[in-house]
C-alpha cells in the first residue's frame, strides 16, 4: 500500500506541475485496478473534473456518495460539477443535503439561490440570496444574482443598484457590465448600454455574450454591417448560440437580405421554437416583402414579445379565451380588441366594413378617441371604449369568441389585392367647416400640415426629424399648419428664428381631440409628416400625404410602397431619405408647387 501512496503522490505531482494528461493516464490504470476505492475515486474524480472529464468525474463522485452520503467535500465539488451541466434539480438535491450539515454554509446559500434562478423559481431565488447577502454584503456574485432576478422580472430600475455593486466589488467581473448594459437597453438608453458592453469587451474580447451584446446595440442603431462583425465572430466562438442565431436573422433582415434572413430564421427556430421576438420580426419582414400569408402566419407571436410585457393590458385575462382565426364562426357572439398602438389600430380598422359585413352579433372595443370617428364613418353603433369587457372577467364570458383585429388580417388580406387603400375614414362635416372657417383668415392659396416626430421611445428618435429640415417649405403661397402633437415650445422658437410663421390653432388638441384633428386634416391641401399616428389618420381620411421615412426609420410593414405610394393607403406617397434631409424637403417643395 506504501508503494501505491507513493505512487500516487508522484502522480499528483506530475499533475500539478507537468502534464496533466499524462498524470491522468496514469490515475486512470490505478483506477481500473481499483474502481471501489474511496480515495482513489476522490483523486480521481477531483482531476477530471480540472480536465473537463465531467462524465467520468459524476461517476466517481456519485459512487463515494453512495458509500458516504455526507461527506461534505464531494457534495460541495458535486453540485457545483451539476451546476455546470445544467442539472440544477439535480444540483438543489445535493445542495440540501450539504446544508443540512452545514446550515449557515454561505456558498451553498449563495449558489441554492442561483440554481432557483435557472429554474425560474424567482420568489424562492430572492429568498435564498437575501440571506446570502445578509451574511455577506460584500459579495459581489450574490450581488449579481439579485440583479439577474430583477431583470427576468422586467424590474430594470431595481436591478441596476446591484449590478453596479457587483461592478464596486470586482471591477473585473464581465458578467454584471453585460447585465447592466442589458438593462440600460431595455431602458432604451443606448448611449449607457453601449459603454456597459465596450468595458466587458475591454475585459474580454472573446466572450460571445458581450459580441452579441455589442451587435444588438449597432444592429439598434442601424449600423447593420458592423453588427454583422461582431455577431459572427460570436458565432465562430460558439455556433450553437440560439440568441445569437435570432439576432443575426434579424439583422439580415433589416438589411433586406432575403436569403440569409431565411438562411438564419429556420436555424433559429430549429434551436428555439418559442422565441416571440424572432418569429414577430420575421413576419414584419415577410409583411413588408409582400409575403402576406407567410407573414400573418408568425403575427400573434406580437403577444408574447418582452418589451409587450405591460402595454397589452388585458392579455393575461383574454389569452386562454382567444379564438383560432382558423375556424372563424360568424354566427358566434364576437368580441374584437385594438391593436395596442393607435396607428395600428387605424391602419387594421380597414377591416371593420369586412366585420360588419360578415359577422351576425359582435362588439369592438377601441380607442375612446376613435370611438366617434368609427361609429361616424361605419354607420354602426358597435364600438365600446378599452377595457369595458376585457378588462372584466364576468362580461368576457358572455362572448363566445375573441379576436384581436390584427389576427384577423389573414383572413380578411390574404394578399396584397385585398388591401382596398382606399379612404375609410370620415370626419365630422360641422367640424371641417368650423375649421376651415379659422383658416381662411388666411389668403395663401395651399394649406400644408407638417409633424415631424413620433411618440416612440428609442425608434421615436430614430423617426423624427427637426421642424428646421421643414424651413424650405414656408412660402409666401403657403400656410403651413402644425399637427405636431406633444411639446413643441422649443420648436416654436425655432421658428420664430427664421422668422417663419406656423398656424397653431390652440382649441384643437390634436392628440387627445382625434375628431377635431381628423377635420383639420380634411382641411389641408398637402401633410408632410413623419411615421406617427396622425399619418394613418391621413391616410384613412384620403388625405394628399408625403410620408418621410429617415434611414434609420424602423420599416413597418404598413409603409411598403407600390408605384412609390403605401398599398394600405394609397393617397400616401412614401419617400425614403437615403441622402441629405435637405435634398428631400426640396424635391417635396417642388411636388407640392405643382
Not at 473537463?52 to 467535500?73: C, G, M, W
Not at 422649443?490 to 427664421?498: A, E, G, H, P, T
Amino acid at each position: 500500500m506504501t508503494n501505491l501512496n507513493n505512487k500516487i503522490s508522484k502522480i499528483l505531482i506530475e499533475f500539478n506541475t507537468e502534464n496533466q494528461n499524462t498524470a491522468f493516464n496514469k490515475m486512470q490504470k490505478i483506477y481500473e485496478i481499483k474502481p471501489y476505492d474511496i480515495e482513489i475515486n476522490k483523486i480521481y474524480g477531483k482531476m477530471a473534473v480540472k480536465l473537463n472529464e465531467k462524465n467520468i468525474a459524476t461517476q466517481s463522485f456519485k459512487y463515494i456518495l453512495s458509500k458516504i452520503p455526507n461527506d461534505k467535500e464531494i457534495l460541495k465539488i458535486y453540485y457545483q460539477l451539476l451546476i455546470t451541466l445544467n442539472k440544477f434539480d439535480e444540483a438543489l438535491n445535493y445542495i440540501d443535503k450539504l446544508l443540512k450539515i452545514e446550515k449557515d454554509n454561505f456558498k451553498a446559500i449563495k449558489d441554492k439561490a442561483f440554481v432557483f434562478y435557472n429554474l425560474k423559481k424567482f420568489k424562492s431565488a430572492r429568498k435564498y440570496i437575501d440571506l446570502a447577502i445578509e451574511i455577506d454584503s460584500e459579495d459581489y456574485f450574490a450581488q449579481n444574482i439579485k440583479g439577474l432576478i430583477h431583470l427576468k422580472e422586467n424590474n430594470f430600475k431595481d436591478a441596476i443598484p446591484y449590478f453596479k455593486k457587483a461592478i464596486k466589488l470586482n471591477k473585473y467581473y464581465l458578467d454584471s457590465y453585460n447585465n447592466l448594459g442589458v438593462c440600460f437597453f431595455e431602458l432604451d438608453n443606448i448611449l449607457l448600454a453601449f459603454s456597459c458592453f465596450k468595458k466587458a469587451y475591454r475585459i474580454n474580447q472573446k466572450n460571445p455574450l458581450t459580441l452579441n451584446n455589442l451587435g444588438n446595440v449597432l444592429s439598434l442603431i442601424y449600423k447593420n454591417e458592423l453588427a454583422l462583425i461582431y455577431y459572427k465572430k460570436a458565432l465562430s466562438i460558439n455556433p450553437n448560440y440560439g440568441e445569437l442565431l435570432t439576432n443575426l436573422s434579424m439583422c439580415y433582415m433589416k438589411m433586406n437580405d432575403v436569403k440569409n434572413a431565411n438562411l438564419y430564421f429556420k436555424k433559429s427556430i430549429a434551436m428555439n421554437s418559442n422565441d416571440s421576438e424572432l418569429k414577430y420580426a420575421y413576419s414584419t419582414f415577410q409583411l413588408n416583402i409582400g409575403n402576406l400569408d407567410l407573414g400573418w402566419m408568425y403575427y400573434d407571436s406580437r403577444f408574447y414579445k418582452r418589451k409587450n410585457h405591460k402595454s397589452i393590458k388585458n392579455f393575461n385575462l383574454v389569452k386562454n379565451k382567444l379564438a383560432n382565426t382558423e375556424s372563424i364562426d360568424f354566427k358566434k357572439n364576437t368580441l374584437i380588441l385594438r391593436e395596442q398602438g393607435l396607428g395600428d389600430e387605424i391602419v387594421f380598422s380597414s377591416i371593420y366594413p369586412d366585420i360588419i359585413k360578415n359577422f351576425n352579433s359582435v362588439k369592438i372595443e377601441s380607442d375612446k378617441r376613435l370611438i366617434n370617428i368609427f361609429k361616424n364613418s361605419f354607420n354602426k353603433d358597435i364600438f365600446y371604449p378599452e377595457g369595458l369587457f376585457s378588462w372584466n372577467e364576468k362580461k368576457l364570458n358572455e362572448f363566445d369568441q375573441i379576436f384581436y383585429i390584427g389576427s384577423l388580417a389573414k383572413f380578411f388580406r390574404k394578399s396584397e389585392a385585398e388591401i382596398p387603400g382606399l379612404p375609410y375614414l370620415i370626419a365630422n362635416k360641422e367640424k371641417i367647416k368650423s375649421i376651415n372657417g379659422k383658416l381662411e383668415q388666411s389668403n395663401k392659396i395651399l394649406r400644408v400640415g407638417i409633424s415631424w416626430k413620433s411618440k416612440d421611445n428609442i425608434l421615436g428618435n430614430l423617426k423624427s426629424l427637426s421642424i428646421s429640415d421643414f424651413i424650405p417649405l414656408f412660402k409666401k403661397n403657403r400656410s403651413i399648419i402644425n399637427l405636431q402633437y406633444g411639446d413643441i415650445r422649443k420648436d416654436l422658437d425655432k421658428i420664430k428664428f427664421y422668422k417663419k410663421n406656423i398656424i397653431l390653432l390652440k382649441d384643437v388638441d390634436i392628440f387627445n381631440d382625434l375628431d377635431s384633428c381628423i377635420a383639420l386634416l380634411k382641411n389641408l391641401n398637402f401633410f408632410i409628416t413623419t411615421d406617427n399616428s396622425t399619418a394613418h389618420m391621413a391616410g384613412a381620411l384620403g388625405v394628399k400625404t408625403i410620408l418621410l421615412r429617415p434611414a434609420k426609420s424602423s420599416a413597418h410593414f404598413y409603409w411598403k410602397p407600390k408605384d412609390g405610394f403605401s398599398i394600405w393607403y394609397k393617397s400616401v406617397k412614401v419617400i425614403d431619405i437615403k441622402e441629405s434631409v435637405s435634398k428631400v424637403i426640396n424635391a417635396i417643395d417642388k411636388i407640392i408647387s405643382k
